[in-house]
């Protein structure tokens, strides 16, 4: 058995298994762009559905329609748990849903899952950190010893979806974040040039979609919005809600202003633009300013030692040589 296991560390097998390792990394590489799913026509499909659902939503208040046109919830397990245990009231379904919608997932069926998830979490956790504490680390844990284990995964449990839900939301403001100023350029060219704002954001959107998704998705839902809200200046507020981020609250509160006093657009998209390159160019010269200190302990760690083995290395050995003979 020794023999057999010492057989996989010969240099042939090794060679070998490192050159079948390669060629399994150049096959990868070369087929994974062909298996990549287009995220922005899924997530622009998205926003089409959404976009009719306001549309709906919108004709049933103007009175058209009268049934009710919210998205109709799940049926399933989850919304009956949801609905009999009354989880919206405890965990604070707008607060719950606001934080959904930054993380771009606005259907109530994620809602209703992101509620349920938040029950369950906790005791399933609980119930498997306690079933494995009593079984296999039964030898090595305590009874009480277990009762922390357990108590400390129904903690985990319970924020463990919020983390993952910030997360995204993480994800997503910082691909926002980085093409705003870009978008903000191609909405003043656009501006400038004599389109009014649905069409500039409509047009930004399409140019802005390969950068950064969710600002693509985000843009289109405003002009939805701008299309069948009643009031224009809602549509504004919720762009600046769903995002999170001060620096589209400014320019969405610009664009409510404009609205409102008929102030000059372009002007105010000019300085707001240049307000949010500098802002840019400041984050990415801080980031600059604290690498150097982020690569001294890697320095110490891996670059350090190898220079000193090959600045000592032939000294030692010629030392090593002389006291050998």
């Not at 998705?217 to 995002?243: D, G, H, I, P």
């Amino acid at each position: 058995m020794i023999d057999f296991v010492l057989s996989f560390f010969d240099l042939p097998t090794v060679v070998t298994f490192l050159f079948a390792l390669s060629a399994f990394a150049a096959v990868l590489s070369f087929v994974s762009p062909m298996l990549e799913s287009d995220a922005l026509k899924s997530r622009m499909k998205e926003v089409s559905l959404e976009r009719n659902k306001l549309r709906d939503r919108q004709r049933a208040q103007l009175g058209s329609n009268q049934s009710r046109l919210r998205e109709v919830q799940g049926t399933g397990v989850t919304n009956r748990v949801v609905e009999t245990l009354n989880l919206r009231r405890v965990f604070e379904p707008e607060a719950s849903r606001e934080m959904l919608r930054q993380a771009g997932l606005r259907s109530e069926r994620h809602l209703v899952l992101y509620l349920a998830a938040r029950f369950a979490s906790p005791i399933l956790l609980g119930l498997v950190a306690f079933i494995y504490s009593s079984t296999i680390f039964v030898d090595i844990l305590t009874p009480p010893m277990r009762i922390v284990v357990a108590v400390v995964a129904v903690l985990i449990g319970n924020y463990l979806p919020v983390v993952l839900v910030k997360n995204m939301i993480i994800r997503r403001q910082d691909s926002i974040r980085r093409a705003w100023p870009d978008a903000l350029d191609l909405m003043l060219i656009c501006v400038e040039s004599g389109m009014a704002i649905e069409p500039a954001m409509q047009r930004v959107a399409r140019e802005i979609g390969p950068i950064s998704v969710p600002l693509a998705e985000e843009m289109t839902l405003t002009v939805a919005e701008l299309a069948y809200l009643q009031e224009r200046r809602k549509a504004f507020e919720n762009l600046a809600k769903r995002t999170g981020l001060p620096t589209v609250k400014a320019v969405t509160t610009s664009f409510i202003q404009a609205e409102r006093y008929g102030t000059p657009l372009g002007t105010a998209l000019r300085v707001l633009a240049q307000e949010n390159r500098d802002a840019r160019m400041s984050e990415a010269e801080r980031k600059a300013a604290a690498l150097p200190p982020k690569l001294t302990v890697p320095m110490m760690l891996f670059f350090l030692p190898v220079i000193f083995v090959v600045i000592l290395g032939p000294s030692v050995f010629q030392v090593m040589k002389m006291m050998g003979d």
